[in-house]
T-cell receptor
Framework: KAGVTQTPRYLIKTRGQQVTLSCSPI?????VSWYQQTPGQGLQFLFE???????NKGNFPGRFSGRQFSNSRSEMNVSTLELGDSALYLC???????????FGAGTRLSVL | GESVGLHLPTLSVQEGDNSIINCAYS??????FIWYKQESGKGPQFIID?????DKRQGQRVTVLLNKTVKHLSLQIAATQPGDSAVYFC???????????FGTGTRLQVFP
């Protein structure tokens, strides 16, 4: 069974641009969550989607948004990028009926 | 506020010894706790979990202990191997959602 797949693995953007990250969950998993990982703040929860509905949201500005499609694939978007948005963005999926979340390798975003 | 923290940023152990990684949490409403291992360039990998109605759970070479009285969680790794070298995170969850609150992480270094 394939794991959680995140694309792209690396991204370089400049301030003010926007970016879209993609996540394909494990087959059969309906819940997808996103996390931001930085050396200073650690792993922080961004949002969670289940069956195309946002079920939970972390304390991030409105520039951070996401969505989930009918096939459970998810995307997150960051608009008007800031230098502080440089981070590893991790996606995790779970069946939705249990709590074990399986993580992808992440997308490393660098904002110049 | 909510927080899950780790006491030690780095733990160095000799190959073959047992390792103990500690974690303190502050939210007594959390009912599910997880340990993840993160190797360089990879996403967090699930190790073991424990529900709040349990005190101890064992896996292969790993044991998680939960002390709800002092809000303390620990991960014990038996016969530590070089492949165990990684950053270890504890995380808490309140159930009926996939939102995880992560600790700051402990780096485990195994030397021969």
């Amino acid at each position: 069974k394939a794991g959680v797949t995140q694309t792209p693995r690396y991204l370089i953007k400049t301030r003010g641009q926007q970016v879209t990250l993609s996540c394909s969950p494990i087959s059969g998993h309906r819940s997808v969550s996103w996390y931001q990982q930085t050396p200073g703040q650690g792993l922080q929860f961004l949002f969670e989607y289940f069956s195309e509905t946002q079920r939970n949201k972390g304390n991030f500005p409105g520039r951070f948004s996401g969505r989930q499609f009918s096939n459970s694939r998810s995307e997150m978007n960051v608009s008007t990028l800031e230098l502080g948005d440089s981070a590893l963005y991790l996606c995790a999926s779970s069946p939705g009926s249990e709590n074990i979340q399986y993580f992808g390798a992440g997308t490393r975003l660098s904002v110049l | 506020g909510e927080s899950v923290g780790l006491h030690l940023p780095t733990l160095s152990v000799q190959e073959g010894d047992n390792s103990i990684i500690n974690c303190a949490y502050s939210n007594s409403a959390s009912d599910y706790f997880i340990w993840y291992k993160q190797e360089s360039g990879k996403g967090p990998q699930f190790i073991i979990d424990i529900r709040s109605n349990m005190d101890k759970r064992q896996g292969q070479r790993v044991t998680v202990l939960l002390n709800k009285t002092v809000k303390h969680l620990s991960l014990q790794i038996a016969a530590t191997q070089p492949g165990d070298s990684a950053v270890y995170f504890c995380a808490e969850n309140k159930g009926n959602t996939d939102k995880l609150i992560f600790g700051t992480g402990t780096r485990l270094q195994v030397f021969p």
